[in-house]
Structures are given as structure tokens and as C-alpha cells.
């Protein structure tokens, strides 16, 4: 019972809970960079779907650095969606970096020192190195039991391995029983054994034990017996983020604050350090730099000091491509009284590459709406999609979004299998939307407190005058 009750917590700490973008695995697009009508999460936006591909294909030939991307428009027209798709084009090896433009003056530590971090962040360093391993077939473990049972007593052993061509025994320590132990390795176990940490990897199971069905399981992995030299040379990629590497070196921080997240200010000269170190490594072919993707979201909300800070790191030789995303209009600009196209100063803008997205037609909400209610798992009749679908027209995508886990609940309540008409109109007139809201507000506005309407009434008729 006990065994039942802890598989089961832990097929629980894997459920995923479902974002407002968990459905986007993808920018979409063919092998020609054309966008897919529907494909892997994305609808419409064609023009700025292909603009993005173009970006992506920019950032994986890695030569170009300090390019920056705008993508503009009206909110819930899938700015953070295409954004999200180019990360998971990326794929893991690519360092993608996102933050909010509001993050940079909440954090404990300096508007440029936040900057730095994030454009660190969104650069990786391939680091080659070459390790000594030892790799072949189990053909018997030894293990020789203490006779007394104390704590003090050493377990030690016998490891025969073998290749096609040599085999060899090797004495083991308690270590090494150990980890032999933990792997669960067993004669006709394929092992790969790292000479410098004593890491050992099971690479699967060897054919020529194909026939012995008890020590099998559906999942085992059959691989060929290792040919050669027990004793090999293997080159070991390892990617870490520019950022990693400060945090470590940084005599104050050190390792832990890689876990903690709480990195504090690095000093310019830490970084100077590494910059110089991660230069000598390029040129003897041990490490490539890969530049990734920082994405700052609603970047409106940057000020001044932050798009000057901007515009000069955009110029250095190790920037990542960066991609911002705002939804304002002609609007002022934050720390200064004059006003700029999406209150980015002009000079920031010019550097620039602008992709605008267009809102939604009907067509494409339905679409859009169809996927979440897959990924939400939510089954629903005909007429009820045609009211939804009805209903973001008429208010907005991300308010007929919200309805559909809302009315599931309504559908559980009454004990139904699919949401309905009524379930769907039901969550409707029990939440509210912004246009219905606001006239509510208008109408009862005299009954709420700081009530501003009437003073500005007030105001423009005394101008009037």
C-alpha cells in the first residue's frame, strides 16, 4: 500500500499545469519559411510568423549580433505567442532569456546591473573538453562481503569488462560498489565509466544477451558490444550561459547562488576576467560562443537611462539578438515629458526591426479557441463554440479564453459530460468583461469612492467658460 501511495505522489509532482501559452510548440512554418495556416499552436499572423522564422534563421547562423526586434501591437494579438514559439524552434541549446520591462526596477540592485545580467543571460559558451572513459561489457561483478558486520568494515570487489577485442579486470572500491549498486549494473550491462569522477552511465544492454528474458524489462535498450580499447578519449560538450560563469566566479556569490537566485551586483571586473578567458578558449578551439534570444516584454515600461544603456550594449561584439514587445501606442516616453511611437525613444527605435501583428478575424479565433479547449481538455457541443467564438468577437480573445475552464465547471455542476449553450451563457452573465465593467462603473459611478468623472467634467466646463 505504502509503495502504491508513493507512485502515485510522484506521478503528481510530473502533472504540468496549463499556461496561457503551454499550447505553442512552434513558430509554425515549413521548410521554406512560409507560415502554416494552423500548425504546431499558431494561427494566422502569417506576415509576422514569417518575419520571426526570418529572425530565427538569422540567430542560428550566429554571426550577426546586436540585432533587436519590435514586435507592436494591440493586446491579445499574440505578441509573447510568436515570441514563445521562436524560443521553442530555439531548442534547448540555444539560450533564450525572458523578463518583463516593469522586473528591471523591482530587483535589488542597480536598472544597467539588471540590463547586464539579462543580456548574459541570453548568451551561451559551448565548452569542449576532452575526458578519459572506460566502456564495455560487464562480463562479471565481484563483490566481497565483510565477515564482520560492523560499519567500520571496507566492501571491496572485481569488475571484469571487455570489448571485441580485449578484456580486462578492474578492483573496486566502495565508491565505485556503490555506484554499481545505484545503477542496479548486472553481467551483460553495456557501462560507460568517467575515469576523472568515477560517473558510471549504463548505456543499455548487450545483444548477445538478447535471450535471456528474465533479466529484461519492456524498456531494455539493446547496443552492440563496444569494439577496441576499453580505455577511450571522448570530446564532452558542456553549454553554460555567461551568466552562470559570473555567478560562479564571483567571490561573493559563488556556486549556491545559481540555486538561490539571489546573485547581487557582479563587479566589472569579474566580467572583464571571464571576457578575456572565454577569448583565449575561442581561439585554441576549446569553446564557441552561441549567442541567443533576450526577449523584454512590455518594454514600454523601460525608461530613459535603460534604452541609452540599451543602445550601447546593443553594440557590443558578444550581444545577443534582442526582442521586445509592447502594445502601446504614441505615448510618453518613461523618465522624460516627451512622447514617441510606442514610448520608445526614436534613436532606440531606429535600430529596430518592426514586425506589427493585426488583430484576429472570426475564423481565427474559433481556430485559436479550439486549441485551448484541447489543451484544457474541455469537450464542448457545436452551438456552445459558435457562442464563444461569438462572444470574443464581440469582447475580447483573452475574456472568451477564460470562459472555457469557467464553463466546464458550470457543466461539472449540473452533472453534464459536455459543455452546452446554457453553460457557456451562464459564466457569461456571471463574470463580467472590460466594455460591460466599464458601463457599470459609469453608471453607478456615483456610489464609488475617488471618483474622478465628474471632476473632470467639472474642469472642461470651467475651461469652457
Not at 143 to 162: E, F, N, Y
Request: net charge negative.
Amino acid at each position: 500500500m505504502a509503495e502504491l501511495k508513493l507512485s502515485e505522489s510522484r506521478d503528481l509532482t510530473r502533472i504540468e499545469r496549463i499556461g496561457a501559452h503551454s499550447h505553442i510548440r512552434g513558430l509554425g512554418l515549413d521548410d521554406t519559411l512560409e507560415a502554416r495556416e494552423v500548425s504546431q499552436g499558431m494561427v494566422g499572423q502569417k506576415a509576422a510568423r514569417k518575419a520571426a522564422g526570418v529572425i530565427l534563421e538569422m540567430i542560428r547562423e550566429g554571426k550577426i549580433a546586436g540585432r533587436a526586434v519590435l514586435l507592436a501591437g494591440q493586446p491579445g494579438t499574440g505578441k509573447t505567442a510568436i515570441a514563445m514559439g521562436m524560443a521553442k524552434a530555439l531548442g534547448e541549446e540555444t539560450p533564450f532569456a525572458m523578463m518583463a520591462g516593469s522586473e528591471i526596477f523591482s530587483l535589488e540592485m542597480n536598472k544597467t546591473e539588471a540590463l547586464t545580467q539579462a543580456f548574459r543571460k541570453a548568451i551561451g559558451v559551448r565548452i569542449k573538453e576532452e575526458t578519459e572513459i572506460i566502456e564495455g561489457e560487464v562480463v562479471e561483478i565481484q563483490i566481497d562481503r565483510p565477515s564482520s558486520a560492523s560499519a567500520s568494515a571496507v566492501k571491496t570487489g572485481k569488475l571484469t569488462l571487455k570489448t571485441t577485442e580485449m578484456e580486462t579486470i578492474y578492483d573496486l572500491g566502495t565508491k565505485m560498489i556503490e555506484g554499481l549498486s545505484k545503477e542496479k549494473v548486472q553481467s551483460g550491462d553495456v557501462i560507460a565509466i568517467d575515469k576523472a569522477s568515477g560517473k558510471i552511465t549504463k548505456l543499455g544492454r548487450s545483444f548477445a544477451r538478447s535471450r535471456d528474458y528474465d533479466a529484461m524489462g519492456p524498456h531494455t535498450k539493446f547496443v552492440q558490444c563496444p569494439d577496441g580499447e576499453l580505455q577511450k578519449r571522448k570530446e564532452v560538450v558542456h553549454c553554460v550561459t555567461l551568466h552562470e560563469i559570473d555567478v560562479i566566479n564571483s567571490r561573493t556569490q559563488g556556486f549556491l547562488a545559481l540555486f538561490t537566485g539571489d546573485t547581487g551586483e557582479i563587479r566589472s571586473e569579474v566580467r572583464e576576467q571571464i571576457d578575456g578567458k572565454v577569448a583565449e578558449w575561442r581561439e585554441e578551439g576549446k569553446a564557441e560562443i552561441v549567442p541567443g534570444v533576450l526577449f523584454i516584454d512590455e518594454v514600454h515600461m523601460l525608461d530613459i537611462e535603460c534604452f541609452s544603456f540599451l543602445n550601447r550594449a546593443l553594440e557590443n561584439d558578444m550581444a545577443p539578438i534582442l526582442v521586445v514587445a509592447t502594445n502601446r501606442g504614441i505615448t510618453r516616453i518613461r523618465g522624460t515629458n516627451y512622447k514617441s511611437p510606442h514610448g520608445i525613444p526614436i534613436d532606440f527605435l531606429d535600430r529596430l526591426l518592426i514586425i506589427s501583428t493585426k488583430p484576429y478575424d472570426e475564423n481565427d479565433m474559433r481556430q485559436i479557441l479550439d486549441i485551448r479547449r484541447e489543451e484544457e481538455d474541455v469537450e464542448m457541443s457545436e452551438e456552445a463554440k459558435y457562442l464563444l467564438t461569438k462572444i470574443a468577437v464581440e469582447t475580447s480573445l483573452r475574456y472568451a479564453i477564460h470562459l472555457i475552464t469557467a464553463a466546464s465547471l458550470a457543466c461539472l455542476k449540473r452533472k453534464g459530460k459536455l459543455v452546452e449553450l446554457e453553460d457557456v451563457s451562464r459564466v457569461y452573465q456571471l463574470f463580467m468583461d472590460v466594455k460591460r465593467s466599464t458601463q457599470f462603473l459609469m453608471e453607478y459611478q456615483e456610489q464609488f469612492m475617488f471618483n474622478e468623472v465628474t471632476v473632470e467634467v467639472d474642469e472642461e466646463d470651467t475651461i469652457a467658460e
